[in-house]
């Protein structure tokens, strides 16, 4: 038993075309809630209808994460935004995006009038893998993708936790308190007339690590990034069959993927962003298994707890 539980942690995928809208599913937007962060991995057309259908409210999103500036990785941020700006309590959000964000954003202002907005808009320009930003709990970190124009991959890594086992505790009479707050800050204690250290009743648990990576050619960035990673998300527009069309539009196909998830020694392996010429997936997740068996194909308002 625990006596700090885990912190909350939930994945919804709001779109899982490719370019094409179908009637089954919407442009590109996974939604992450990590206690209460909220964090946009792109914003795809009617990104914000289908947080309504998900239950997340607008006013959840805190960070947006925009790959590049194709429309169907961006053109639901004037909604979205507009939706925000019209909320009596102004809402501040960060926006990171590749090189020309700003000049894109900007552009995007000019089109229409918001009642207020409190963003802020950064550009990263990742040499490798690099970090951007980071809390006391997590950081996210970026590297530049093979796409015909700028783009990002992006990754959520939680830090690593100090877990406090009870049973060792009631061991020491310990009970909780401030003094075992103490302890899960690492400080050494005198209880009892006994000396505790950290290690004594403490042990380390690795953070969750979550990749997504889309609009890309396969490269050595791409695996870099998802490297350990306990979910990769990564387009998968067409199978293998048709690798040669992928890389004229620099697009993975579902081996790719798999090919990825195996050398950055991933755990598990979702696949997204699929071309409207599959009425179903099968064919897809049949075709990435063949190289990596812990694979699942997404689909519109699946939700992920980890």
Same mark, same amino acid.
Request: charged letters at 25%.
């Given at each position: 038993?625990?006596?700090?539980?885990?912190?909350?942690m939930?994945?919804?995928?709001?779109?899982?075309?490719?370019?094409?809208?179908? /009637?089954? =599913?919407?442009?590109?937007?996974?939604?992450?809630?990590?206690?209460?962060?909220?964090?946009?991995?792109?914003?795809?057309?009617?990104?914000q =209808?289908?947080?309504?259908?998900?239950?997340?409210? =607008?006013t959840k999103?805190?960070i947006?994460?925009?790959?590049?500036?194709?429309?169907?990785?961006?053109?639901?941020?004037i909604?979205?935004? +507009?939706?925000?700006?019209?909320?009596?309590?102004?809402?501040k959000?960060?926006?990171f995006?590749p090189?020309?964000?700003?000049?894109?954003?900007?552009c995007?202002?000019?089109?229409?009038k918001?009642?207020r907005?409190?963003?802020t808009? /950064?550009?990263?320009?990742p040499?490798?893998?690099?970090?951007?930003?980071?809390?006391?709990?997590?950081?996210?970190?970026? !590297?530049?993708l093979?796409?015909?124009i700028?783009?990002?991959?992006? !990754?959520?890594?939680?830090?690593e936790?100090?877990?406090?086992s009870?049973?060792?505790?009631?061991?020491?009479?310990?009970? +909780?308190?401030?003094?075992?707050?103490?302890i899960? +800050?690492g400080?050494?204690?005198?209880?009892?007339?006994?000396?505790?250290?950290?290690?004594?009743?403490t042990? /380390?648990?690795?953070?969750k690590?979550?990749?997504?990576?889309?609009?890309?050619?396969?490269?050595?960035?791409?695996?870099?990034?998802?490297?350990?990673?306990?979910?990769?998300? !990564?387009?998968?527009v067409?199978?293998?069959?048709?690798?040669?069309?992928? =890389?004229?539009?620099?697009?993975?196909?579902?081996? +790719?993927?798999?090919?990825?998830?195996?050398?950055?020694?991933?755990?598990?392996?979702?696949?997204?962003?699929?071309?409207?010429?599959?009425?179903?997936?099968?064919?897809?997740?049949?075709?990435?298994?063949?190289?990596?068996?812990?694979v699942?194909?997404s689909?519109?308002?699946?939700?992920i /707890?980890?």
């Amino acid at each position: 038993m625990l006596l700090f539980l885990f912190p909350s942690m939930q994945l919804t995928f709001l779109g899982t075309s490719c370019m094409v809208p179908t /009637k089954e =599913r919407n442009l590109p937007g996974v939604f992450l809630t990590y206690n209460n962060i909220g964090i946009l991995f792109d914003c795809g057309e009617n990104i914000q =209808r289908q947080m309504n259908i998900a239950g997340i409210k =607008r006013t959840k999103v805190d960070i947006i994460l925009i790959t590049h500036f194709h429309a169907d990785h961006m053109s639901g941020l004037i909604g979205l935004l +507009q939706t925000i700006s019209n909320e009596d309590n102004e809402k501040k959000i960060m926006l990171f995006g590749p090189e020309g964000t700003k000049q894109h954003m900007a552009c995007l202002f000019k089109s229409c009038k918001f009642p207020r907005i409190n963003i802020t808009i /950064k550009e990263l320009k990742p040499k490798g893998v690099e970090k951007f930003f980071e809390t006391e709990n997590f950081f996210l970190s970026c !590297s530049k993708l093979d796409h015909s124009i700028p783009c990002l991959g992006y !990754s959520f890594e939680e830090k690593e936790k100090i877990k406090i086992s009870l049973e060792k505790a009631k061991k020491y009479g310990l009970k +909780q308190g401030p003094i075992l707050g103490k302890i899960k +800050q690492g400080k050494t204690i005198i209880f009892k007339g006994k000396k505790i250290k950290p290690e004594d009743i403490t042990y /380390k648990v690795k953070g969750k690590k979550i990749t997504y990576i889309v609009d890309t050619l396969p490269c050595k960035n791409a695996i870099e990034l998802a490297k350990d990673s306990d979910l990769l998300i !990564s387009e998968a527009v067409y199978t293998s069959s048709l690798e040669e069309k992928a =890389r004229e539009y620099k697009h993975l196909t579902a081996k +790719q993927a798999a090919f990825i998830a195996n050398n950055a020694n991933v755990k598990k392996l979702i696949l997204t962003h699929f071309s409207q010429r599959y009425k179903s997936t099968k064919e897809i997740e049949e075709d990435a298994k063949t190289y990596f068996n812990n694979v699942v194909c997404s689909y519109d308002f699946m939700k992920i /707890k980890l």
